[in-house]
């Protein structure tokens, strides 16, 4: 008879304790490692082999876990040609762990965890589009399929964690990570949280299609100081547990089995050693089980930047006792532990439970039943024609309409001549956003692609890329207006890029962000993890290039693919027509065409407030005051507004009504209004409810989004959509600091964007 861990018919509380009574401290310590190991194999030809410095590595006491191995970017190295194609991936995968479970004393499987922000980040996978794309649907339900088609496409070739969902709320977009994230909403967050869980683990964490979501960066992460990506976040407790944590509490009581901790500190304590938050909020108050994973080298930071303790057996020492169960990467949780141990510097209890819930999380994956991936179906799934038709639909759904002049959209596809214009008209990787594999430039659909594609026979496109995003040179502009003169529309594509191009400069080696210093060599690159902007301005010469096309008189439509809110008040003063995709990802061009002539109505709204100047900043929607004041040389009202988006057709909000409209504060309302498309043709429409609290014991946002439903309505169609008001969206976070649903009124505000609304009134009596 074997030991009672191998037995799948046993509890898996059961199967944990009896691991753990097997194993010794090394091998204990060995399961709270996560290494680096884009090289733990080599590639020989169609080949695939263990490499020796793996070997060396797993020394007889095992590895709890490996990073990135099928992770393949500029920082990795890892290129098409010396990449893995997705049968050599799952291969990869399957002879690390069979080495693993040959060469270890008690064959303990090794968890493989990858990035898939949107999309798994290995050469074949497909590209959806950011994760700020993906929250402009204002579709969960979109999402929660999309999360699964990653899933499924990371645990064919092994994969079994991911480093998503990225649920911080943004405060500053000066922030080169907003893209990563779906908004500055707390409440638009946590329902895309919820899918996100739900779609990646799937029903259970064994099936061939699940993974384990790992939600970040607990927390606080979004609201850095002055929007530097890992600086302190200015927030108090009220703030903290108001702003920052609903989205992660939501995700947690969705079933996240991981959360990683932040580099950020929070009012002077680093989150890798708060105990309050890791082990107070997230398991005593929340009833977290899952294991809490390190940010890449967090742990080391706690004595090299934080300064909080003296060296890595302190370091070690203060992050488990906090609650951090596994390291990822930083040389910490290896002899720095071991020799704390010894030293009696942290109990072995200590060390048992971190252990026991990454084993708990392993049992729950199925690992010891099924440690390895399936070659065929990797080579079936990944990249699939039905994932590439999933991330068109979600950039479609995603792309939001800001201005359109006198209906010039959407353009006929008999047009006679289009001119194309701008540094991303046809710019692969500037489309696709941080965290993306190398790709084949047949696999990813440009702008200019897919104009040509969706245009008659007959439409002549003349293409100029005019610019770069970022350099100063205008030798392209003679060809650009020269092009514009020439056709009947300027359709000119600008914004950003979070392509990344480390140049002799590399990347930081512990965290892979880029290491920005004095003239930069990266090219395009003005957004993701490390390129933080100080202005929100259009980088480069691309405002002058606008001007030149302006000024042929050619109408123009300007289309934005940035990771940011960016400040374009002089595109929207003399632009003819506005479409914002963010980064739509590798179907984007088709997406983009679909709505420039018309195959599809935009339906996309914003998630963030675009300001007029990064001067403005804060502009998010749910300030907790009205009187927040003006700038003397500047209004305090943004250039478009949380929730902002046009449409092809028109709808008109009726007969708003809460039921009863008298509560006490245990009961629920409910909200229905009737929404009518009054346009000529169907369309999609985002129905927003906001609620403000009228008076209240303590400071409340003058509003706040507490439901929303995206629908889609045919010419002349009316359809009832309805809301309930829980204690949930009622409650505030008393003087106490107590959840709370305190007796008074409620504005009830509902329509198609926040300014524009019906209201109605909710009183909650004692």
Not at 6 to 33: C, F, I, W
Not at 290 to 305: Q, Y
Not at 635 to 662: E, I, W
Request: overall charge negative; glycine content about 10%.
């Amino acid at each position: 008879m074997g030991p009672k861990y191998k037995d799948a018919s046993l509890p898996v509380d059961a199967r944990v304790a009896d691991l753990l009574a097997l194993m010794s401290t090394e091998e204990k310590v060995a399961q709270l490692n996560q290494e680096l190991a884009w090289k733990a194999c080599t590639k020989r030809g169609d080949r695939v082999e263990v490499a020796e410095e793996f070997k060396k590595l797993l020394s007889g006491h095992g590895i709890g876990s490996l990073y990135g191995v099928l992770r393949a970017d500029p920082w990795t190295a890892v290129t098409l040609e010396t990449g893995l194609s997705p049968r050599q991936g799952a291969e990869a995968v399957n002879a690390i762990q069979r080495y693993a479970l040959e060469n270890t004393r008690l064959g303990i499987p090794i968890l493989f965890g990858e990035e898939c922000s949107h999309g798994h980040q290995a050469i074949g996978a497909t590209v959806f589009p950011a994760p700020i794309t993906v929250a402009s649907t204002w579709n969960p339900d979109l999402y929660e399929r999309m999360a699964a088609a990653i899933a499924a496409e990371t645990r064919a070739q092994g994969g079994a964690a991911t480093y998503s969902p990225v649920l911080d709320v943004v405060r500053d977009p000066r922030w080169g990570r907003t893209e990563e994230t779906f908004g500055e909403d707390p409440f638009l967050c946590s329902r895309f949280a919820e899918a996100a869980v739900r779609g990646l683990q799937g029903r259970c964490l064994d099936g061939s299609g699940s993974i384990v979501a790992t939600i970040k960066h607990f927390a606080a992460y979004g609201c850095s100081e002055g929007g530097h990506n890992g600086a302190t976040a200015h927030v108090g407790p009220r703030e903290l547990r108001e702003t920052c944590l609903p989205p992660f509490r939501a995700a947690v009581q969705a079933g996240a089995e991981s959360v990683m901790c932040s580099y950020n500190d929070i009012d002077g304590m680093p989150a890798a050693c708060n105990r309050e938050l890791l082990t107070g909020i997230l398991r005593s108050e929340w009833g977290f089980r899952g294991f809490v994973v390190s940010d890449m080298g967090c742990i080391a930071l706690l004595h090299r930047s934080h300064r909080v303790t003296r060296d890595a057996r302190e370091s070690a020492v203060k992050a488990l006792e906090a609650g951090v169960d596994m390291e990822m990467s930083g040389g910490c949780y290896t002899e720095p532990l071991l020799q704390a141990i010894r030293e009696g510097k942290i109990a072995v209890e200590k060390l048992d439970a971190a252990a026991g819930r990454i084993l708990r999380v392993k049992f729950l994956l199925g690992l010891f039943e099924k440690p390895f991936a399936d070659p065929d179906r990797a080579e079936n799934v990944i990249g699939c024609a039905a994932h590439r038709q999933l991330a068109r639909d979600v950039a479609r759904q995603g792309i939001i309409l800001l201005k359109n002049d006198n209906g010039i959209l959407p353009l006929r596809k008999n047009i006679g001549s289009v001119a194309v214009i701008g540094p991303n008209a046809d710019a692969i990787y500037n489309q696709l956003g941080d965290y993306t594999a190398p790709q084949r430039r047949r696999e990813v659909v440009s702008v200019l692609d897919g104009i040509r594609m969706a245009v008659s026979p007959a439409t002549r496109i003349r293409y100029a890329r005019g610019c770069g995003i970022k350099d100063a040179s205008r030798a392209g502009f003679t060809e650009a207006v020269a092009a514009a003169r020439e056709s009947e529309v300027a359709v000119v594509v600008v914004g950003g890029s979070s392509a990344r191009d480390f140049g002799p400069e590399g990347g930081n080696p512990e965290t892979g962000a880029a290491v920005v210093s004095g003239a930069s060599a990266i090219s395009d690159m003005d957004c993701g993890e490390g390129f933080d902007l100080a202005s929100l301005e259009l980088q480069g010469v691309q405002r002058e290039l606008l001007e030149s096309i302006h000024a042929t008189g050619v109408p123009m439509v300007v289309i934005l693919i940035k990771g940011r809110p960016m400040a374009i008040n002089w595109i929207a003063d003399h632009a003819a027509a506005i479409l914002d995709s963010w980064y739509p990802g590798q179907e984007g061009g088709h997406a983009i065409a679909d709505v420039l002539f018309g195959d599809c109505c935009p339906g996309g709204r914003l998630t963030v407030t675009v300001p007029k100047s990064a001067a403005q900043l804060p502009v998010f929607y749910n300030a907790k005051s009205a009187e927040r004041g003006r700038y003397v040389d500047m209004d305090s009202l943004p250039l478009y507004p949380f929730g902002y988006g046009l449409s092809y057709t028109a709808f008109s909000y009726s007969n708003l009504l809460v039921t009863p409209d008298r509560i006490d504060s245990t009961q629920q309302a409910t909200v229905s209004v009737d929404v009518t498309n009054t346009g000529k043709r169907e369309g999609d429409e985002v129905v927003q409810l906001y609620l403000r609290d009228d008076v209240a014991s303590v400071t409340r946002p003058v509003r706040e989004l507490k439901g929303f439903r995206r629908i889609h309505l045919a010419p002349g169609q009316t359809k009832t959509v309805s809301f309930i008001l829980t204690q949930e969206e009622l409650q505030c976070l008393g003087a106490d600091m107590c959840w709370k649903v305190e007796p008074g009124t409620f504005t009830i505000m509902v329509g198609g964007n926040q300014h524009d609304v019906l209201t109605t009134h909710l009183e909650v009596i004692e």
